[in-house]
């Protein structure tokens, strides 16, 4: 199955890591396909429709939207021949340039929707975290606002090609673990690790099959999320439903520390793990002061991709 993915690029040293980050997972699997997008900061609706027009058309763009436009498409190109020279075929990689109106979060988001996306991939700027808090960023504000899709946030290096999926037997965790499988699906050096932790402040969750009846078939969840160990034997069984070699999905629980995001963390740095794959619940939830598990990874995330996926 043929998958589609959105990868917004700028000029920054972060679309560099994007770049390699994607090509370090997708060089050996031709049905992946990558659409990169620059969203060029505009305020002029009007030229809207000349932007990618004819050339007729573009000509009579105004000189610092055309030069910002010519820039935009010689570093899209760039980003497409550096996936190239790291193995993805043209074929693989549509370039596109389009003007940001609205903010350049907001295009990528309305990209996202409109484009029927498995993924959308962001590279985080260089904002420290409290600079992301106090202003904001493209990244943040793009996973507050778009639940539709999962989201990925590259921050950094990351060359790694070990994932580690948060699980806690809730109908978030199996979705993590869904979606790297349908992405991922039979690669062939990837190892993942389920990861459990019984910190302080973890709410439990009682894996009842009935309640994932409509998402997985009760055949299925009879099977498998009715064991004493279907925390850990479900989201592994997913992954091995779509092609993962079982003898490389280790499981992980443990009992120390205070609170699971930074649990998380610490185990990403200790095992050299590259990717975290989370879940994280429906937007309209209101997560409190503290926020949800997902939030606190992102802002501790260092050198590290990070997939939400609601």
Known sequence: ME???LVAVDDSTHTVNTVNYLSTLFAAAGEVKLDLLYLVSSGQSAVDAAWQGPEDEIAQLQPDARNRRDRAEECVKKAARRLG?????????NCRVLPATTGVAAGIIAAAKKGIYDAVVIGRRGLSKLEEIMLGSVSTEVIDKCHEVPIWVVDGEVNSNHFLIPVDGSFQSLLAADHLGHILGDHPIAEITLFHSSAMFTAGHATAPRN??????????????????STFHGPRQILVDHGFDRHRIKW????????????????????????????????????????????????????????VVG
């Open 85 to 93: 020279r790291n193995g993805i075929a043209a074929e693989r990689i």
């Open 3 to 5: 998958k589609k993915i």
């Open 212 to 229: 994932f009846y409509e998402s997985f078939g009760r055949d299925w969840c009879e099977e498998h999320l009715s064991r004493p160990d």
């Open 252 to 307: 992980l629980h443990t009992f120390r520390g205070i609170e699971p995001s930074r649990q998380i963390i610490r185990q990403v740095i200790m095992n050299k793990q590259g990717t975290i794959v989370i879940g994280r619940r429906s937007g309209h939830i209101n997560k409190g002061i503290f926020r949800g598990i997902s939030d606190r990874v992102l802002l501790m995330a260092d050198k590290v991709a990070v997939w």
